[in-house]
């Protein structure tokens, strides 16, 4: 009791440095850099699947041209990174990171593959359930969001502390990508929706 505030919240006005952010210019986007199964000569190995949706404001406006910068592990459930010593294999035609911009309804789209989980030492038999991180820039600094999409039905939730981290349940269910038969393509790949709220009270956990 004795730390708790005894005063009002002092509202503190955005300053300049809050409120303008980077200019992502589309020159800046290489034209595979949004289909991760397109960056090396061959496909790589894995479950083809396209991840789609739209970004908002705390107002529920779309918000466009915002930078979308992902990265997973391959369908082993490896990195290519120097820390990732897992014994699972390196797919040569996957590199595991892209990026693009929201259109002008907020829009984004990624073709990649789905990521294996994975284990880690945080404690004895740790997995990660199988995810994508996801950095989103909007128009400000304030806006940006780091955090990670999860699959539907994943059974390593519950076992997981980072995904566990975020107390309230509604919040966890915003996390998971929904499996959605429009965004899927015929003969092709399995289509998963994910929309992200970048502030405000339905605002996408901030998740590293
Ligand atoms: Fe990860």
């Given at each position: 009791?004795?730390?708790?505030?005894?005063?009002?919240?002092?509202?503190?006005?955005?300053?300049?440095?809050?409120?303008?952010?980077?200019?992502?210019?589309?020159?800046?986007?290489g034209e595979n850099d949004n289909d991760l199964t397109g960056q090396h000569r061959d496909e790589p190995i894995g479950?083809r699947?396209?991840?789609?949706?739209?970004?908002?404001?705390?107002?529920?406006?779309?918000?466009?041209?915002?930078?979308?910068?992902?990265?997973?592990?391959n369908a082993a459930?490896r990195?290519r990174?120097?820390?990732?010593?897992?014994?699972?294999p390196l797919d040569p035609n996957f590199s595991g990171a892209g990026?693009?911009?929201?259109?002008?309804?907020?829009?984004?789209?990624?073709i990649t593959i789905?990521?294996?989980?994975?284990?880690?030492?945080?404690?004895?038999?740790?997995?990660?359930?199988?995810?994508?991180?996801?950095?989103?820039?909007?128009?400000?600094?304030?806006?940006?969001?780091?955090?990670?999409?999860?699959?539907?039905?994943?059974?390593?939730?519950?076992?997981?502390?980072?995904?566990?981290?975020?107390?309230?349940?509604?919040?966890?269910?915003?996390?998971?990508?929904?499996?959605?038969?429009?965004?899927?393509?015929?003969?092709?790949?399995?289509?998963?929706?994910?929309?992200?709220?970048?502030?405000?009270?339905?605002?996408?956990?901030?998740?590293?």
């Open positions: 009791m004795k730390r708790s505030p005894r005063e009002p919240l002092v509202v503190l006005p955005h300053t300049l440095s809050e409120i303008t952010g980077p200019i992502f210019g589309q020159d800046k986007i479950e699947i396209v991840v789609s949706g739209r970004v908002f404001d705390s107002n529920g406006r779309p918000v466009s041209n915002a930078l979308i910068e992902i990265w997973q592990a459930g990195y990174h120097i820390k990732d010593q897992h014994p699972a990026r693009t911009l929201t259109d002008e309804q907020g829009a984004y789209r990624f789905k990521p294996g989980a994975y284990p880690w030492f945080n404690h004895y038999n740790a997995w990660r359930p199988a995810h994508i991180h996801l950095s989103v820039f909007g128009h400000a600094f304030i806006t940006r969001l780091v955090t990670q999409m999860y699959f539907p039905g994943d059974p390593l939730f519950a076992y997981d502390p980072i995904f566990q981290s975020i107390p309230e349940e509604r919040a966890r269910q915003r996390l998971i990508a929904k499996f959605d038969l429009e965004t899927t393509q015929p003969q092709w790949a399995k289509g998963f929706k994910f929309d992200v709220v970048l502030r405000g009270p339905e605002a996408t956990p901030f998740e590293t």
